[in-house]
C-alpha cells in the first residue's frame, strides 16, 4: 500500500503549494477562504478535492492562477508550478500560465465560454495567445481537440447553446487541454450531468491524461465519485485541509472524524437500505475566525483540547490528518480514542 | 389513493418524450423513476401532476381522468428540484405554508397558523414561530426544500411526487432531506421519487422503474433491481453510479451503432448503444415477465430463456 506513494514522492511535482491562502475583503469584514494550506500534486497523479460548499475549494481553484477580482480578493504564501512562482508574479507572466502550463475549468462549463462566439474560434483564440499559429492552423487545432474530446469537427462552428450539457463539458475540457498543459485543475466537472453522462466524460478525461500524462486536481462534494477516480484525496474543511491520504486508505480507513462523517452520508448501493449518516450542524463560517479545531462544533469525538488549541497536519507513512484522536504529543481521553477508532 | 398510467404518451413538437408507458402507482409503496437526462422521468410526473397533457393513452386517480392544467387533488403534491423558484419571493414562508392549507379545507386561519407551526417543527425549521415571518430569500436551499416538503405533506396529501429534490443541495443537506422524507413515511405519506442515481433510489424507494428514452425498460423491487440488474441498461446506469465500495471499476465495452436497418421507431431504443444487440432488437421489443421483474429485453424473449443464452 506505500508503494505507490513512494513511486510518487520520487516524481517530479506539478504544483506546490506552501501556507497558501485567499482571503476576500468585504467592506470592513475579512472572509478567509484558504487558510494557508500546503499541498503538493505530483506529475501526472489525480488528486481530488472533496468537501462542503463554503469549504473554499474553488476559492482555491481560482485562487491559484489568481482568477479572482483583485480588488476583492487576495492571495498570500506560495504557489509553484515546476519551479514558477505565481504568488507576486505580474499579469502578464499569469497570462503565459494559464492554459499554456495550468488550466483551470471552472464550476458549471457555460462560465468558461462565451455565448457569443463559436467554440472553434473561442479555443483557436486560447491557443493564438500562446502560440506563433496561424488563424487557419488554429481552426484547425481547434477540430483536432474537440476530436480528441469525443466531439465531432463540426462542433467548432456550434454556439455553446446549441450543445448538451455533457458536449459543452467536453468543448471545455478540449479547451483547457488543447496546449496540453501540466496540470488541469476541474472545479465539479460534472456537477451538473446524470451518472452516465458524467461516468463518459471522466472516462474521456482519464484517456487524456493517460495520453497526454498532464496531473490533475479534481474538486467536488461528491466523494464516492473521488474515490473511484482519484490517487489521492485531500479533505478541505472551513478553508484547510483535515486529511490528504491515497485513495484506498481514505475509503477503507478514514481517520478525521469529519472524512468519516462525509464517506457516511451518502446513501450506498449494498448493506442496509436505510443505513445513512448526516453530519450534524452547519459548516463552519468563514468569516469567524474561531479557536482550536474548527469541525469541533460538528463532531462527536470532541475533546477539551479540540477547542483549546489548534491541531495541524500531520503527516506520517504518506498520509496526513490534522485531528488530536491522531496525534501522539497530546494525551485524550481514552474514551473518544476508543469511539473514533470503533 | 391509487395512480393509473396506462400507455401513456406524450410529444413535444414531433419529439417523442414518452413512450407507451404504463405503471400502476398506490400510497403505501415508495417508487422511484430512475433514467438519465432526457429519459422522460420529469415528463411523467409532470402529467401525473396534470401540469402537462398527455398525448395518447390515460391517466387516472382514484378512476378520475388526469385532466391538464386541472385542479389538483389534495391527496396528490409535488416537490419541485429547484428550491429557489417553488416559492413567490413576495411572500412570506408563514401566507405560502398557511394558503396552501388553507386551500381545499375548512381551517380558519389560526388553526391553519398552528398546524404551519407544527409542520415546520415536524420538518425541523426551529424556531417555527420565527420561521414563518421570513422570506423565501432569507433562508438557504436546504431550508426552502424542507418548506416545500412541509407545504406537500401538511395538507394531508397521501402521495407526494419529489422530482430529485436533493440535486441542487450540498451533501450533509441532501443526506438530511433525504431522511427527512424516509422519516415522513410514517404519515402514511408515500412517494414517486425520481432520481438519476441508483444508490439514492435504493434509499427511498421499495420498486424502481427504469426509464430509457421515453420507455420504461425495467421495473422490480429496489434491492433486487440494484443487486442484480437485468435491463442491459438497467447495468449501465449502475456501473455509472460511484460505489466506494466496489473495487476500481473495470470499463465495459461501450459501442454505438449508427447503421441499423429497418424503421428507428420499432427498435428497442437502446439498441444502438447496447453491448448484446442481435438483429432481434430491430422489431418491437415485448415486455418479459422475469423473476418477478418487468424486463424490455429480447435477451429475456422464451426462446433465448429456454435456449439458456440469457446472461447473468
Redesign the interface.
Known amino acids: 500500500m506505500t508503494a505507490p506513494v513512494t513511486a510518487a514522492l520520487d516524481t517530479p511535482a506539478s504544483l506546490t503549494l506552501h501556507d497558501f491562502s485567499v482571503t476576500y475583503h468585504r467592506g470592513r469584514h475579512i472572509v478567509e477562504a484558504v487558510r494557508r494550506v500546503n499541498l503538493t500534486v505530483r506529475r501526472g497523479e489525480v488528486l481530488g478535492v472533496v468537501g462542503e460548499s463554503g469549504c473554499g475549494k474553488s476559492s482555491l481553484a481560482l485562487g491559484l492562477l489568481h482568477l479572482l477580482p483583485a480588488d476583492k480578493a487576495s492571495v498570500g504564501g506560495s504557489v509553484k508550478i515546476g519551479s514558477h512562482e505565481l504568488v507576486g508574479a505580474s499579469s502578464a507572466e499569469l497570462q503565459e500560465v494559464r492554459w499554456r502550463d495550468v488550466s483551470v475549468v471552472p464550476q458549471s462549463a457555460m462560465n468558461a465560454l462565451s455565448p457569443v462566439l463559436r467554440i472553434g474560434d473561442q479555443i483557436a483564440d486560447v491557443v493564438r495567445a500562446h502560440t506563433q499559429e496561424s488563424k487557419r492552423s488554429a481552426r484547425r487545432t481547434a477540430e483536432d481537440v474537440l476530436v480528441r474530446v469525443g466531439l465531432q469537427p463540426e462542433h467548432a462552428r456550434s454556439f455553446p447553446h446549441e450543445l448538451s450539457g455533457g458536449m459543452r463539458q467536453r468543448a471545455v475540457i478540449a479547451m483547457a487541454i488543447a496546449l496540453e498543459p501540466e496540470i488541469v485543475i476541474l472545479d465539479e466537472p460534472t456537477t451538473a450531468l446524470d451518472v452516465v453522462t458524467q461516468q463518459l466524460v471522466l472516462e474521456q478525461i482519464m484517456e487524456l491524461r493517460a495520453e497526454i500524462g498532464f496531473s490533475l486536481v479534481f474538486i467536488t462534494h461528491d466523494l464516492p465519485l473521488l474515490l473511484e477516480w482519484s490517487d489521492r484525496i485531500a479533505v478541505m474543511y472551513a478553508g484547510g485541509f483535515v486529511e490528504i491520504g491515497p485513495q484506498q486508505q481514505i475509503a477503507e480507513n478514514p481517520l478525521h472524524p469529519y472524512t468519516r462523517k462525509l464517506l457516511g452520508s451518502f446513501p450506498s448501493l449494498r448493506g442496509q437500505r436505510d443505513e445513512m449518516a448526516t453530519i450534524p450542524g452547519q459548516p463552519w463560517d468563514l468569516r469567524r475566525r474561531g479557536r482550536g479545531c474548527l469541525f469541533a462544533p460538528r463532531c462527536d469525538a470532541r475533546m477539551d483540547v479540540c477547542t483549546a488549541e489548534t491541531p495541524h497536519l500531520v503527516t506520517e507513512d504518506g498520509r496526513a490528518v490534522a485531528c488530536f484522536l491522531h496525534h501522539n504529543n497530546v494525551s485524550p481521553d481514552g474514551a473518544a480514542i476508543e469511539g473514533a477508532t470503533a | 389513493m391509487i395512480i393509473d398510467l396506462e400507455h401513456v404518451t406524450k410529444d413535444f413538437r414531433g419529439t417523442r418524450a414518452v413512450s407507451d408507458v404504463s405503471l400502476h402507482l398506490e400510497s403505501g409503496e415508495n417508487v422511484c423513476l430512475v433514467g438519465?437526462?432526457g429519459s422522460g422521468k420529469t415528463t411523467i410526473a409532470r402529467m401525473i401532476m396534470g401540469l402537462e397533457k398527455v398525448s395518447g393513452g390515460t391517466i387516472t386517480v382514484h378512476g378520475k381522468p388526469v385532466q391538464g392544467g386541472g385542479r389538483l387533488s389534495r391527496e396528490l403534491q409535488m416537490v419541485f428540484q429547484d428550491p429557489f423558484s417553488s416559492f413567490n419571493p413576495r411572500h412570506t414562508i408563514g401566507y405560502a405554508l398557511i394558503r396552501a392549507l388553507q386551500a381545499g379545507s375548512d381551517l380558519d386561519r389560526r388553526k391553519a397558523r398552528e398546524r404551519a407551526v407544527d409542520l415546520l417543527d415536524q420538518v425541523g425549521l426551529q424556531p417555527a414561530e420565527e420561521m414563518l415571518a421570513r422570506y423565501p430569500d432569507e433562508l438557504s436551499g436546504g431550508q426552502r426544500q424542507r418548506v416545500s416538503i412541509a407545504r406537500a405533506v401538511g395538507g394531508g396529501a397521501q402521495f407526494v411526487v419529489a422530482d430529485e429534490p436533493t440535486s441542487m443541495l450540498?451533501?450533509?443537506v441532501a443526506?438530511?432531506i433525504?431522511?427527512l422524507l424516509?422519516d415522513l413515511m410514517r404519515l402514511n405519506v408515500s412517494y414517486l421519487f425520481i432520481t438519476?442515481?441508483?444508490?439514492?433510489a435504493?434509499?427511498i424507494a421499495d420498486r424502481i422503474v427504469v426509464l430509457y428514452r421515453g420507455e420504461i425498460v425495467e421495473e422490480g423491487p429496489?434491492?433486487e433491481i440494484?443487486?442484480d440488474p437485468k435491463h442491459p441498461y438497467t447495468k449501465?446506469?449502475?456501473?455509472?453510479?460511484?460505489?466506494?465500495?466496489?473495487p476500481?471499476?473495470a470499463?465495459t465495452e461501450?459501442v454505438a451503432r449508427t447503421d441499423l436497418p429497418g424503421d428507428p421507431d420499432l427498435w428497442c431504443p437502446y439498441a444502438d448503444r447496447c453491448p448484446y444487440f442481435t438483429q432481434e432488437c430491430t422489431a418491437p421489443v415485448e415486455v418479459q415477465q422475469v423473476e418477478g421483474r418487468r424486463v424490455r429485453c429480447t435477451l429475456y424473449s422464451p426462446e433465448r430463456m429456454s435456449a439458456d443464452t440469457a446472461i447473468r
Open positions: 438519465e437526462s450540498d451533501v450533509s443526506s438530511r433525504l431522511q424516509r438519476h442515481n441508483l444508490a439514492v435504493r434509499y429496489a434491492d440494484v443487486s449501465l446506469l449502475l456501473e455509472c453510479t460511484p460505489d466506494p465500495e466496489r476500481k471499476r470499463r461501450r
